[in-house]
């Protein structure tokens, strides 16, 4: 028998997925690691991401309304771990990527990354020292050999992921089971009405 014990407030999401968010500051193309992010709707789809209001990035997605979210793939561990030590506010990280523009213009999209998103600002909360950025959706850039029949191929995009506070980089493990199926033969074993 173990015992449960509460260990503080702290959420430990692990492993969170690792991202770049990418902006435009004063104009250039801007890059900041982030790990606290998440997809919170369906229509419209709207993501979300928590941004120190310290950082450039957060000036520069109030200031132009747009961003992109990228999923690096493992093999840019380092270009990742990069643009969440400097800072936009101090260092000109324009040309840490090469970048592409889906239709907005103020979302750069990290032609490395695997898969990279564009978003427009949809709405803020400004919270103690973060804001919760909402942006919508609209659209999802990959390339042919990172899918599998049409959707993007988790083997193939290799994402990071990230563990805190020990601060560790990650790479997926190996498929478990298969979602909204591999819980049927309990559902039905279970089956009691209220
Ligand atoms: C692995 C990692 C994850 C990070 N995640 C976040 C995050 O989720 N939110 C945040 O505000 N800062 C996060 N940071 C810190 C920013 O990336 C860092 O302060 C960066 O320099 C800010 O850049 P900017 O000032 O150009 O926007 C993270 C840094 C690292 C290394």
Known sequence: MHERMNIGTDPYVLPAPQTIVGSMLDGKPNFMALAWVSRFTHTPCLMGIGVNAKHATHRAILETGQFSINFPSVDMVNETDYVGLASGNRTDK?????????????APL?????????????????????????????????????????????TKVRPLLLSM????????????????????????TLKTKR
Request: with cysteine; proline share 4%; hydrophobic share 35%.
């Open 165 to 188: 506070p020990d601060n560790i980089y990650w790479s997926v493990g190996e498929q478990k089971g298969k979602a909204w199926h591999d819980g049927k033969a309990l559902r039905d």
């Open 94 to 106: 324009s040309t840490v990527f090469k970048v592409h523009f889906g239709s907005l213009a103020n």
């Open 110 to 154: 990290i032609e490395d990354c695997p898969i990279s998103i564009e978003l427009e600002l949809f709405k803020h909360v400004d919270l103690e020292t973060h804001s919760l950025f909402l942006g919508e959706v609209k659209g999802t850039w990959t390339e042919d050999r990172f899918m599998t029949d049409g959707y993007p191929d988790i």
